[in-house]
């Protein structure tokens, strides 16, 4: 189906680049909207966000709510159309995620990096996910703050298709094939616990049009095609990435604070607790895009 994400489109492509990049912001102050409370926005405040989302597929929320609420984060999903949560392995048992440093006898989770206080690279969420089960919206909702460090880099995905695409279009056209990336299986004592997953890095959802991205920056957890295009378009992206670009915006989020999203790339720094200020962040994946930023036909 022709459009922007289209190689033999191009005139669908610069209309719709073209408006993409001159409506994107350029700091992390645009992203951020005041609200009073997140279970219960008001129509200003709803619309402050999906305005947003529908520039860089992603916004921040900033209010003064500070108690430890998975309804929270959950209630403001379902204003925006998020509802079907993932439960993906260490989930809570309400589908949402509480990461927060492991301790020793939460078994498991200290082998996860997001349950340590690591750096994580870039990564889209769900990147081993089933097409079925393709991770399309998250959010991230903080409770409290570590004592330094954990901001978030981010990177609106279709930012980075279109300095891919700018590039050279084969980078893109190679790694939209389905079988240029794969997810190696993950074992346990059983057995393997999940299969390898293999599938493109971008695609373009049925449903509403939009660009999907699926992407991790740790080398020990992706396998790429052989051949000297799937290392050239690779080495492009991640030569991407590694850029001091103004379209990366970093944000720490605080106590009260989250980020909704479209799955963008994302990354997270290093982080140092104290016994005051331990850091947890509830993190909601979905099925679903927001809803309302489905593709617009250009003019």
Not at 81 to 88: K, Q, Y
Not at 151 to 176: A, F, G, M, Q
Not at 228 to 235: F, K, P, S, W, Y
Request: glycine share 8%; charged share 25%; with cysteine.
């Amino acid at each position: 189906m022709a459009g922007p994400f289209d190689l033999g489109d191009e005139t669908a492509y610069r209309a719709w680049r073209d408006a993409k990049l001159a409506a994107y912001p350029r700091s992390v102050d645009e992203l951020v909207v005041t609200v009073g409370d997140p279970r219960q926005l008001t129509a200003a405040e709803h619309a402050a966000i999906l305005d947003r989302c529908r520039r860089a597929n992603m916004a921040i929320y900033v209010s003064g709510h500070l108690e430890a609420d998975k309804a929270l984060p959950r209630r403001l999903g379902q204003q925006f159309g998020l509802a079907r949560l993932d439960r993906n392995l260490l989930a809570d048992e309400d589908a949402i995620s509480t990461l927060t440093v492991a301790e020793e006898q939460d078994g498991m989770r200290g082998e996860y990096i997001p349950y340590t206080n690591r750096p994580i690279r870039w990564h889209t969420d769900g990147y081993y996910n089933p097409p079925e089960n393709r991770i399309c919206g998250m959010i991230l909702h903080c409770v409290q703050a570590a004592e330094r460090g954990g901001e978030n880099r981010l990177l609106d995905h279709e930012v980075v298709y279109i300095l891919l695409r700018d590039r050279d279009p084969e980078y893109v056209r190679v790694l939209s094939e389905p079988d240029v990336m794969t997810i190696p299986a993950r074992m346990d004592e059983s057995g393997v616990a999940r299969p390898a997953q293999t599938g493109p890095v971008f695609s373009v959802l049925p449903d509403s049009g939009a660009l999907h991205m699926r992407y991790t920056a740790r080398t020990r957890s992706i396998q790429w095609r052989e051949g000297a295009a799937v290392r050239a378009a690779v080495a492009a992206l991640e030569s991407i990435l590694a850029e001091d670009s103004p379209f990366v915006l970093t944000a720490r989020l605080e106590p009260g604070m989250g980020l909704i999203c479209n799955n963008v790339l994302h990354d997270r720094s290093g982080f140092d607790d104290s016994p005051a200020r331990r850091r947890v962040i509830y993190r909601g994946r979905y099925l679903d895009r927001i809803r309302g930023t489905e593709m617009q036909p250009q003019a």
